[in-house]
């Protein structure tokens, strides 16, 4: 059956269909930058970061984690092109299952790129955690781990924000997703992140342990140490005067550092810093003189100069103590030290952009922003080194890398609104 159509003159009038399609747009448009965008309903969210706490990954044992977040964001819409990892894991000192995932959205408003960053690993004490929920706090039911909030709480937070703006089609300015790896043995992955995948963002935010007020401007630097010392093995009860005993070595070192003042908290006049012997490992049998001892150390401080310092203390500790340990026929222990630096510190202007569009979406929401400068180190650390200031928020984590960690659902849904706003303004 044929149609008859009729035409309709629409000149002068400035209603055509395009027109008009136009002006929807951009009432459309007007409305999603004055609207407060609504995100993941929060039931929505604390099953996303359930789910995230239970999968084990620990440094360097990412994989699982980056192929749920890779699935996650596939299913509700992604260009899977746009999702890419990199190989930092190839040049980091542990061995890798994967490197960090990156996943850039173009902007459909305009506006700086922003930058959203959480890492992937938690420490070994978190593999096997099972997350429950007890009202507003969420613990692991197994008494023998910790929770792993640090850090699927940001990784959550990243991802929940990623998946609104899929699911929603929000309006956005330019944006990359940065989780990374091997961030609690040194941040590894910042460190070597490929920095091409990260489109130049003129605006960070890094979310990792604290409540969603608290902005971290500022961390320490850490300088790790392997100490080796050798000495001589013999018969503990049959000559035990030939031996020369590194264990030995080892007591009088840290002892000569606590003693004067240059282990834990170190306070040296104006100065401060802190130091800690971590690992000590050696000996096969009560019955030997344990002729090898290697430990782990580290030296903190915001003050590179102190930072030296410190390490200085610590090497001559155990060259000093090396020299007192003697066999019967003069011969003394050898101490060897491997250090490096594993990250340096930082502290950002009150006025950097980054610290400043924090502190807006804080004030916006109702809240009073908490400046605060870390005594460990973070992501922001290596981004801010590499030429990208870096602000980080908290997610809600609290008593972290312990078996008593919780995670307090209601600031991490706090931690996921500001990383909604500040992602889907425009200025």
Same mark, same amino acid.
């Given at each position: 059956?044929?149609?008859?159509?009729?035409?309709?003159?629409?000149?002068?009038?400035?209603?055509?269909?395009?027109?008009?399609?136009?002006?929807?747009?951009?009432?459309?448009?007007?409305?999603?930058?004055?609207?407060?965008?609504?995100?993941?309903?929060?039931?929505?969210?604390?099953?996303?970061?359930?789910?995230?706490?239970?999968?084990?990954?620990?440094?360097?044992?990412?994989?699982?984690?980056?192929?749920?977040?890779?699935?996650?964001?596939?299913?509700?819409?992604?260009?899977?092109?746009?999702?890419?990892?990199?190989?930092?894991?190839?040049?980091?000192?542990?061995?890798?299952?994967?490197?960090?995932?990156?996943?850039?959205?173009?902007?459909?408003?305009?506006?700086?790129?922003?930058?959203?960053?959480?890492?992937?690993?938690?420490?070994?004490?978190?593999?096997?955690?099972?997350?429950?929920?007890?009202?507003?706090?969420?613990?692991?039911?197994?008494?023998?781990?910790?929770?792993?909030?640090?850090?699927?709480?940001?990784?959550?937070?990243?991802?929940?924000?990623?998946?609104?703006?899929?699911?929603?089609?929000?309006?956005?300015?330019?944006?990359?997703?940065?989780?990374?790896?091997?961030?609690?043995?040194?941040?590894?992955?910042?460190?070597?992140?490929?920095?091409?995948?990260?489109?130049?963002?003129?605006?960070?935010?890094?979310?990792?342990?604290?409540?969603?007020?608290?902005?971290?401007?500022?961390?320490?630097?850490?300088?790790?140490?392997?100490?080796?010392?050798?000495?001589?093995?013999?018969?503990?009860?049959?000559?035990?005067?030939?031996?020369?005993?590194?264990?030995?070595?080892?007591?009088?070192?840290?002892?000569?550092?606590?003693?004067?003042?240059?282990?834990?908290?170190?306070?040296?006049?104006?100065?401060?810093?802190?130091?800690?012997?971590?690992?000590?490992?050696?000996?096969?049998?009560?019955?030997?003189?344990?002729?090898?001892?290697?430990?782990?150390?580290?030296?903190?401080?915001?003050?590179?100069?102190?930072?030296?310092?410190?390490?200085?203390?610590?090497?001559?500790?155990?060259?000093?103590? #090396?020299?007192? @340990?003697?066999? &019967?026929?003069?011969? +003394? $222990? %050898?101490?060897? *030290?491997?250090?490096? !630096? /594993?990250?340096?510190?930082?502290?950002?202007?009150?006025?950097?952009?980054?610290?400043?569009?924090?502190?807006?979406?804080?004030?916006?929401?109702?809240?009073?922003?908490?400046?605060?400068?870390?005594?460990?180190?973070?992501?922001?650390?290596?981004?801010? #080194?590499?030429? @990208?200031?870096? &602000?980080?928020?908290? +997610? $809600? %984590?609290?008593? *972290?890398?312990?078996? !008593? /960690?919780?995670?307090?659902?209601?600031?991490?849904?706090?931690?996921?609104?500001?990383?909604?706003?500040?992602?889907?303004?425009?200025?």
């Amino acid at each position: 059956m044929a149609h008859s159509r009729s035409k309709r003159s629409h000149q002068g009038t400035g209603d055509s269909s395009k027109e008009k399609s136009a002006l929807q747009r951009s009432n459309s448009l007007k409305h999603a930058r004055q609207s407060k965008p609504n995100g993941l309903t929060d039931a929505q969210a604390t099953k996303l970061v359930l789910r995230l706490m239970a999968i084990p990954g620990r440094s360097g044992e990412e994989q699982k984690v980056a192929k749920f977040i890779t699935n996650q964001l596939c299913r509700a819409g992604a260009n899977p092109v746009a999702i890419r990892s990199d190989q930092a894991h190839q040049k980091t000192p542990i061995a890798g299952q994967t490197g960090n995932l990156v996943f850039e959205m173009p902007g459909t408003l305009r506006g700086p790129r922003r930058l959203l960053v959480a890492h992937m690993d938690t420490v070994p004490i978190c593999v096997g955690a099972q997350p429950e929920c007890h009202g507003q706090r969420v613990i692991s039911s197994d008494p023998q781990t910790g929770l792993g909030a640090d850090n699927r709480a940001g990784v959550g937070v990243l991802l929940s924000t990623a998946l609104a703006i899929l699911r929603q089609q929000l309006p956005h300015p330019p944006l990359t997703f940065l989780w990374t790896v091997q961030e609690e043995v040194g941040m590894q992955g910042a460190r070597f992140v490929r920095l091409g995948l990260l489109k130049k963002p003129q605006l960070a935010f890094n979310w990792d342990g604290g409540s969603p007020e608290k902005l971290t401007i500022g961390a320490t630097g850490g300088y790790r140490m392997k100490i080796d010392i050798r000495g001589r093995a013999s018969h503990a009860g049959g000559a035990p005067e030939m031996g020369i005993s590194a264990i030995a070595v080892a007591s009088l070192a840290i002892t000569d550092l606590v003693e004067s003042g240059w282990h834990g908290l170190i306070c040296k006049g104006k100065n401060r810093g802190t130091s800690n012997v971590g690992v000590i490992s050696g000996g096969m049998a009560t019955n030997v003189v344990t002729d090898h001892v290697t430990l782990r150390a580290e030296a903190r401080s915001h003050d590179p100069k102190f930072r030296l310092r410190i390490v200085t203390a610590i090497e001559k500790a155990f060259t000093r103590a #090396a020299g007192k @340990i003697r066999s &019967v026929d003069g011969a +003394c $222990g %050898q101490v060897e *030290i491997d250090g490096r !630096l /594993e990250y340096e510190s930082f502290r950002l202007a009150t006025d950097d952009p980054s610290c400043v569009a924090a502190q807006h979406a804080i004030r916006a929401a109702g809240r009073e922003p908490e400046l605060a400068v870390a005594n460990g180190g973070l992501d922001a650390n290596w981004l801010t #080194a590499r030429g @990208i200031p870096t &602000v980080s928020l908290g +997610c $809600g %984590q609290s008593n *972290i890398h312990t078996v !008593l /960690e919780e995670l307090q659902l209601d600031e991490f849904h706090r931690a996921r609104q500001l990383a909604l706003s500040l992602v889907t303004g425009s200025e």
